[in-house]
């Protein structure tokens, strides 16, 4: 199935965005190890968190969602979890098979992992290094890529780890392996990363020390813990709710609002930089929630100008450049990304896909090794299909961009939305947008 989206005339209205993703993920894979049941309000409901949420059963956990959409996980204690009879499928979702490959990783037993054509050719040597120091072995394909054999270790051995990449993935691999290892695991990130893994330790009662040192930033997890079931209420996720503020912005006349969402301070490096280029966005309400901070987002288009946006902010708007590039293309004058190395190993190589889809679609782009820099200014030409390559968020950047082109444009595969945004079409058409399914 194909998606169409049409210049639209003007968004208005309000809308709740799903649940973030990241502290899903998280969510269900703590409570798994957790003593007892826990609830689970707001989870995300797309197939990334659902491929978690089977995998955590074919390792022993029950977990069940109820009719009013709230998810019951009865967790097995820390180190609790048994063999799986079959392959683990984490689908596209990076986070999941990183972040279980971390907690398999001190369980004496063999797994096997694997996922959709985008997962198995994702480097997870960032991961498995570590992991192996610890005392887990994990085999994989050429370049560390999936399929994985992943053997665990019955005498874990707790490590003290510098990041080599800022990657909220690869602390929270460590941290979860550090879970079930005696002594102390402790992460050092040079550049901090998004925490809700640190967050939702302490909330189910982990012991945790962070603290910066001269090295940067270290997060020390003791061992063994006797965690217990609780209550999670998930947030609003800023990098869905990215999609519809960027629609506002650039669609003339927009007045939006969006509801109850994420506002970590790790993750709203893109809020920044359009206040910068002088978007018209507030938040009002701030407030917290389990721990984690929330606020409303009103969103009203107006004229952005380019700007550079600094290597530093890309650990907290890393999913957000796509989305980025294409306000960009609005804005007057040049706006700069640096520091992008990494969108060349998501879940497409999101640096390229941007630059190439842009550039079909009239707009003056430039490829660097690891920069990007859009030209904008007047409404993009449109009228093209741009393949998605099994990206979610290339699909939406590309829809978004439609909404306020010369003319339609198309993306090949529908489906790919649903790993993080299941209801994309539906909450944008509801704002006002014309998004159709076509066939051709
Ligand atoms: C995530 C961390 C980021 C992000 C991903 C989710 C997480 O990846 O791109 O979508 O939940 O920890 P890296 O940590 O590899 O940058």
Same mark, same amino acid.
């Given at each position: 199935?194909?998606?169409?989206?049409?210049?639209?005339?003007?968004?208005?209205?309000?809308?709740?965005?799903?649940?973030?993703?990241?502290?899903?993920?998280?969510?269900?894979?703590?409570?798994?190890?957790?003593?007892?049941?826990?609830?689970?309000?707001?989870?995300?409901?797309?197939?990334?968190?659902?491929?978690?949420?089977?995998?955590?059963?074919?390792?022993?956990?029950?977990?069940?969602?109820?009719?009013?959409?709230?998810?019951?996980?009865?967790?097995?204690?820390?180190?609790?979890? %048994? *063999?799986?009879?079959?392959?683990?499928?984490?689908?596209?979702?990076?986070?999941?098979? /990183?972040?279980?490959?971390?907690?398999?990783?001190?369980?004496?037993?063999?797994?096997?992992?694997?996922?959709?054509?985008?997962? %198995?050719?994702?480097?997870?040597?960032?991961?498995?290094?570590?992991?192996?120091?610890?005392?887990?072995?994990?085999?994989?394909?050429?370049?560390?890529?999936?399929?994985?054999?992943?053997?665990?270790?019955?005498?874990?051995?707790?490590? @003290?780890?510098?990041?080599?990449?800022?990657?909220?993935?690869?602390?929270?691999?460590?941290?979860?392996?550090?879970?079930?290892?005696?002594?102390? @695991? @402790?992460?050092?990130?040079? *550049?901090?990363?998004?925490?809700?893994?640190?967050?939702?330790?302490?909330?189910?009662?982990?012991?945790?020390?962070?603290?910066?040192?001269?090295?940067?930033?270290?997060?020390?997890? @003791?061992?063994?813990?006797?965690?217990?079931?609780?209550?999670?209420?998930?947030?609003?996720?800023?990098?869905?709710?990215?999609?519809?503020?960027?629609?506002?912005?650039?669609?003339?006349?927009?007045?939006?609002?969006?509801?109850?969402?994420?506002?970590?301070?790790?993750?709203?490096?893109?809020?920044?930089?359009?206040? *910068?280029?002088?978007?018209?966005?507030?938040?009002?309400?701030?407030?917290?929630?389990?721990?984690?901070?929330?606020?409303?987002?009103?969103?009203?288009?107006?004229?952005?100008?380019?700007?550079?946006?600094?290597?530093? %902010?890309?650990?907290?708007?890393?999913?957000?450049?796509?989305?980025?590039?294409?306000?960009?293309?609005?804005?007057?004058?040049?706006?700069?990304?640096?520091?992008?190395?990494?969108? /060349?190993?998501?879940?497409?190589?999101?640096?390229?896909?941007?630059?190439?889809?842009?550039?079909?679609?009239?707009?003056?782009?430039?490829?660097?090794?690891?920069?990007?820099?859009?030209?904008?200014?007047?409404?993009?030409?449109?009228?093209?299909?741009?393949?998605?390559?099994?990206?979610?968020?290339?699909?939406?950047?590309?829809?978004?961009?439609?909404?306020?082109?010369?003319?339609?444009?198309?993306?090949?595969?529908?489906?790919?939305?649903?790993?993080?945004?299941?209801?994309?079409? *539906?909450?944008?058409?509801?704002?006002?947008?014309?998004?159709?399914?076509?066939? /051709?």
């Amino acid at each position: 199935m194909k998606l169409r989206a049409f210049p639209a005339s003007r968004l208005s209205g309000s809308t709740t965005v799903p649940g973030d993703k990241s502290i899903s993920h998280r969510a269900l894979m703590l409570a798994a190890m957790a003593v007892g049941e826990s609830r689970i309000h707001g989870l995300l409901e797309g197939a990334d968190v659902l491929a978690t949420a089977a995998a955590l059963r074919c390792l022993g956990v029950a977990i069940e969602r109820a009719p009013d959409g709230m998810w019951q996980v009865q967790g097995v204690g820390v180190g609790g979890l %048994r *063999e799986p009879d079959r392959p683990l499928d984490l689908g596209n979702s990076g986070t999941g098979a /990183r972040l279980l490959l971390g907690i398999l990783a001190g369980h004496p037993f063999t797994s096997f992992m694997t996922g959709d054509d985008s997962l %198995r050719s994702r480097p997870m040597a960032r991961v498995s290094e570590p992991l192996s120091r610890m005392g887990a072995r994990i085999v994989a394909r050429a370049g560390g890529r999936p399929p994985l054999a992943v053997i665990g270790t019955a005498e874990p051995m707790p490590i @003290t780890y510098k990041l080599p990449v800022a990657s909220a993935q690869v602390k929270s691999a460590i941290l979860l392996a550090g879970l079930n290892t005696p002594g102390i @695991t @402790t992460v050092i990130e040079p *550049e901090p990363t998004r925490d809700h893994t640190e967050l939702m330790l302490k909330g189910f009662g982990a012991t945790l020390k962070v603290e910066q040192t001269k090295e940067g930033r270290a997060v020390s997890l @003791t061992g063994q813990p006797e965690i217990f079931g609780r209550k999670v209420v998930v947030p609003g996720d800023p990098s869905s709710a990215a999609f519809p503020l960027a629609a506002a912005l650039i669609v003339p006349g927009s007045d939006i609002r969006l509801p109850n969402v994420g506002l970590n301070p790790h993750r709203i490096g893109l809020i920044e930089t359009l206040l *910068e280029m002088g978007a018209d966005i507030a938040i009002e309400n701030r407030r917290e929630e389990a721990g984690e901070p929330v606020g409303d987002l009103r969103v009203r288009h107006g004229a952005l100008k380019g700007i550079t946006v600094p290597a530093e %902010r890309a650990p907290s708007m890393i999913d957000e450049y796509p989305i980025l590039s294409v306000v960009a293309a609005f804005a007057e004058g040049e706006t700069r990304m640096e520091g992008l190395a990494e969108l /060349r190993v998501k879940e497409s190589d999101r640096l390229s896909a941007m630059a190439q889809g842009l550039a079909a679609c009239g707009v003056k782009v430039a490829e660097g090794k690891d920069s990007l820099t859009v030209t904008g200014g007047k409404a993009p030409a449109g009228g093209v299909r741009i393949p998605v390559k099994l990206d979610h968020r290339i699909g939406m950047s590309f829809l978004v961009l439609g909404m306020a082109a010369q003319k339609p444009v198309e993306i090949d595969d529908a489906e790919a939305i649903g790993t993080s945004f299941p209801g994309f079409v *539906e909450l944008m058409n509801g704002l006002g947008a014309v998004v159709t399914k076509t066939n /051709r």
